[in-house]
Nanobody, 116 residues
Framework: VQLQASGGGLVQAGGSLRLSCAVS????????TGWFRRAPGKEREFVAA?????YYADAVKGRFTISIDNAKDTVYLQMNSLKPEDTAVYLC?????????????WGQGTLVTVSS
């Protein structure tokens, strides 16, 4: 499985970004997908997953939206009302959802920097 993330960049607080992750090498329709992030000096944390429904971390609920395009085998993360604390490397994954999301394959990260 290969995952190629893109869309990161520098944005001011309150702004928006949309991350994309192209997935190849696996039947996209039969897998769950998700995003994690790793902020400087912090542990990696779950952000959002899509697997029969959408699931979000409390820190991003109401601001971020995960979606998929089956025709393009691509998963998106729309991020609105960005805050400086959203600054992190965002990592896309595929996995399974069984009460919680379990990633099995990881892509490279894309850096999101939110200035105050």
């Amino acid at each position: 499985v290969q995952l190629q993330a893109s869309g990161g960049g520098l944005v001011q607080a309150g702004g928006s970004l949309r991350l994309s992750c192209a997935v190849s090498g696996r039947t996209f329709r039969s897998t769950a997908t998700g995003w994690f992030r790793r902020a400087p000096g912090k542990e990696r944390e779950f952000v959002a997953a899509f697997g029969g429904g959408s699931y979000y971390a409390d820190a991003v609920k109401g601001r971020f939206t995960i979606s998929i395009d089956n025709a393009k085998d691509t998963v998106y993360l729309q991020m609105n009302s960005l805050k400086p604390e959203d600054t992190a490397v965002y990592l896309c994954t595929v996995g399974v959802y069984r009460g919680r999301y379990y990633p099995s394959s990881w892509g490279q990260g894309t850096l999101v920097t939110v200035s105050s």
